[in-house]
């Protein structure tokens, strides 16, 4: 499956934190690596949406929505700073 | 729905379709009147929302073709034969209906005039949306940034935005290349062919001259134009990217 990127997921991430977030740089927990969440592996074709790191392939963002309610997983970030 | 729009936030709004514009045989332009529009930058999209009778919802995103400076918000999408979306909106939808959307979204693949350049726009097929909207832009805010754009196609009847691409080309600081893939005129002078290193550095300043570059098409396209590129000494900071799934849904 081929991944689309962090502009995939804006609006469903705006809905979430109430501002533009894909030009926050976000860390990866795994590998340290640092990128702009625009530039994040995305995959949005599972039950619920994958944002992965393009250095490591760790799972950085899961989100899920069900009936309504935004699940959103940070789990694989180690920081998130806004540009 | 919400009366009042929290300006920021994120809101579901209907807007009134007000012309469909045949682009080729599989892509439309939607003209649509969005009430309280707070104004967008050019290589934004919005998420347009389409709800069935029985309340099912299916969302996709589409860019924005328009420039700010533009009197209606125009989206253009491509028809997908097994898409859920596209079809309805390329076959169905009618002036004077309503569109459910929000927007504008997204930050980081936008350009303004005030981000200088040169600008290099590269566009596989319907990825040339959101970049029409920037050299739209350009002209709109009399831009003297040189811009080039390099648009892949399968064929000359694929082309999107012909006519707006030759007269946004007569500017002199902009250079429209296009490259066809599948099939070409016997008279055809432009570039054969899928975009290649070769094509890429045919097209592209010199990597010193620090490019401000735009890459936007499906997932196989953006990868290997971003990566020819950098191959050429580009510096990938300044090379931004917006894949369409294989499914197009942007």
């Not at chain 2, 079809?87 to 930050?107: F, H, M, V």
Request: hydrophobic share 40%; aromatic share 6%.
């Amino acid at each position: 499956m081929d991944a689309l990127d962090g502009n995939a997921i804006a609006g469903q991430l705006m809905e979430v934190f109430g501002r533009e977030m894909t030009m926050t740089i976000g860390t990866c927990g795994q590998c340290g690596a640092g990128a702009r969440i625009a530039e994040f592996a995305v995959y949005v074709r599972g039950p619920g949406t994958v944002a992965r790191c393009r250095s490591c392939d760790a799972i950085l963002i899961v989100m899920t929505a069900i009936r309504e309610i935004n699940c959103v997983d940070l789990g694989g970030l180690a920081d998130l700073t806004p540009e | 729905m919400a009366g009042t729009a929290v300006r920021g936030r994120l809101t579901w709004q209907l807007a009134d379709v007000v012309e469909l514009v045949d682009e080729t045989p599989r892509v439309k332009s939607i003209v649509l009147d969005v009430p309280d529009w707070p104004g967008h930058r050019a290589g934004q999209h919005v998420d347009v929302r389409l709800t069935a009778e029985d309340g099912y919802q299916a969302q996709r995103s589409y860019s924005i073709a328009s420039a700010p400076e533009d009197d209606h918000v125009v989206l253009t999408v491509e028809r997908l034969d097994d898409g859920e979306v596209s079809p309805y909106l390329t076959d169905e939808l009618r002036p004077g209906d309503k569109l459910e959307l929000r927007g504008p979204i997204g930050g980081y693949f936008v350009w303004e005039a005030s981000l200088g350049g040169p600008l290099l726009l590269v566009a596989g097929g319907s990825g040339v949306v959101p970049l029409r909207a920037m050299l739209r832009h350009r002209a709109a805010a009399r831009s003297a940034v040189p811009a080039r754009l390099l648009y892949s196609s399968r064929s000359l009847g694929d082309v999107i935005y012909r006519d707006d691409l030759n007269r946004l080309a007569a500017y002199d600081e902009v250079d429209v290349r296009l490259t066809l893939t599948r099939e070409w005129p016997t008279e055809w002078n432009g570039h054969r062919g899928r975009v290649d290193m070769e094509l890429l550095s045919e097209v592209a300043w010199p990597p010193g001259d620090g490019a401000l570059t735009y890459i936007c098409g499906s997932t196989g396209f953006v990868e290997a134009a971003a990566n020819g590129l950098v191959e050429l000494g580009h510096d990938p900071a300044r090379v931004r990217t917006e894949r369409f799934g294989p499914s197009g849904s942007r």
